[in-house]
């Protein structure tokens, strides 16, 4: 059952929020405009006032879903100020773990119907602000990336995709304790040369 009835306040949010239930339980392809507002309890026109098509809504949850991931990687490498290397492995768990929380809406952030011409300045913000959040693991001064910091950020962020694709398609273990380790490890040893000792 997707959601409660809408009564009052954020109108443009209960639509994003409705449309990622129903995009979790039914896909793109069942997704439209009226459902939305059935499942909300407004006028079919009511989410128009917001989104002037699905493709815009897809958008705008997309955009909110790199903008998590980016806050989610600066919580996690928040708690080891100190360690890089400890700021790398609990990023890329947190990554994992995000994904797994919302595997419809992590695929349409990397697929889906949206044209490259549909894409505004606010989402491509909002990607380029989840990769710093990565990239500020290896270089946190805010100086323009080198090529080691980008090439490494590139890296890891291959390597929590294929973890995370593999796992949402069911090619990896369900249990998500054995899922961080396998995150972990993968870590160590993509990253075994990056590190000082500490």
């Known amino acids: 059952m997707v959601g409660t009835r809408y009564h009052h306040g954020d109108l443009e949010q209960a639509i994003i ?6 995009l979790e339980q039914s896909g793109i392809a069942e997704l439209s405009l009226r459902d939305i ?7 079919h026109q009511a989410p128009y006032k917001h989104f002037a098509s699905k493709a815009d809504v897809l958008l705008a949850i997309r955009t909110e879903g790199f903008q998590k991931l980016a806050a989610a990687t600066r919580r996690a490498t928040a708690k080891h100020p100190r ?13 994992v773990r995000l994904a797994l929380e919302s595997p419809a809406v992590y695929q349409l952030m990397f697929g889906g119907p949206i044209r490259p ?4 300045p606010e989402h491509q913000a909002a990607a380029r602000d989840s990769f710093a959040a990565l990239a500020e693991i290896f270089q ?3 100086a323009p990336y080198s090529e ?8 890891v962020w291959a390597m929590v995709h ?3 694709s593999l796992r949402i398609n069911g090619y990896l273990s369900d249990q998500s304790e054995g899922l961080d380790e396998i995150t972990k490890s993968a870590c160590r040893v993509l990253s075994k040369d990056w590190f000082a000792a500490r």
């Open 17 to 22: 929020e409705t449309a990622k239930e129903m």
């Open 37 to 43: 507002a059935k499942h909300i309890g407004v006028s």
């Open 140 to 142: 946190p001064n805010g």
């Open 148 to 155: 080691t910091t980008t090439l490494r950020t590139r890296l």
């Open 117 to 120: 011409d549909e894409v505004g």
């Open 83 to 95: 360690s890089p290397r400890l700021q790398l492995e609990v990023a890329a768990i947190s990554y």
């Open 162 to 164: 294929g973890i995370a």
